[in-house]
Antibody, heavy 115, light 111 residues
Framework: QVHLVQSGAEVKKPGASVKVSCKAS????????INWVRQAPGQGLEWLGW????????GYAQKFQGRVTMTRDTSITTAYLQLSSLRSEDTAIYFC????????WGQGTLVTVSS | QSVLTQPPSVSAAPGQRVTISCSGN????????VSWYQQLPGTAPKLLIY???KRPSGIPDRFSGSKSGTSATLGITGLQTGDEADYYC????????????FGGGTKVTVL
């Protein structure tokens, strides 16, 4: 049974960085890409980027270029999203999701950016 | 402003049918597969339809998807109170670097 379990809620000050983890289980981690999607309060879905879990190659949405980094540790089947230079508009729930189909989703991690 | 266009809301009585439209362009829907996601209140999105019209295991056949040109449609028949949720369409967009675009979401209300 596929599971993606994310790290807990974070509160950050403007200008800081946050790193969210996504622990995968129930499948061969390196077989599928991991995508990251966020949802601001009361808003829709926004894609941040993807990462090939086998090679570590990543592609980011233009809006986040220079601020986002996606990595993974295959030994512990965990993917990471790091977002830097946080601002209030980055307050959102961040989701990891598996494959190009987004077939399985993590439970979400609330990141609050507030002074 | 979302790249894909969905109606903000649709509603119908239990047992009825609703359809949700999703409009894009040749860079996304026109040349790539469409997926649909259901998001119940306070939960993560769930894949309902992929590759325009395919249902993952466990998704009832009350849910259907179709695509024509640069538009896609999600249909829900035999509407149930448990279907009250937000529904999003999504597709890869091959403008410049490939990226994913979503619709703004449609709230389905069961009257």
């Amino acid at each position: 049974q596929v599971h993606l379990v994310q790290s807990g809620a974070e509160v950050k000050k403007p200008g800081a960085s946050v790193k969210v983890s996504c622990k995968a289980s129930g499948y061969t981690f390196t077989t599928f890409d991991i995508n990251w999607v966020r949802q601001a309060p009361g808003q829709g879905l926004e894609w941040l980027g993807w990462m090939n879990a086998y090679s570590g190659n990543a592609g980011y949405a233009q809006k986040f270029q220079g601020r986002v980094t996606m990595t993974r540790d295959t030994s512990i089947t965990t993917a990471y999203l790091q977002l830097s230079s946080l601002r209030s508009e980055d307050t959102a729930i961040y989701f990891c999701t598996r494959s190009r189909r987004f077939d399985y989703w993590g439970q979400g991690t609330l990141v609050t950016v507030s002074s | 402003q979302s790249v894909l266009t969905q109606p903000p809301s649709v509603s119908a009585a239990p047992g009825q049918r609703v359809t949700i439209s999703c409009s894009g362009n040749s860079s996304n829907i026109g040349n790539n597969y469409v997926s649909w996601y259901q998001q119940l209140p306070g939960t993560a999105p769930k894949l309902l339809i992929y590759d325009n019209s395919k249902r993952p295991s466990g998704i009832p056949d009350r849910f259907s998807g179709s695509k024509s040109g640069t538009s896609a449609t999600l249909g829900i028949t035999g509407l149930q109170t448990g279907d009250e949720a937000d529904y999003y369409c999504g597709a890869w967009d091959t403008t410049q670097n490939s990226h994913v675009v979503f619709g703004g979401g449609t709230k389905v209300t069961v009257l």
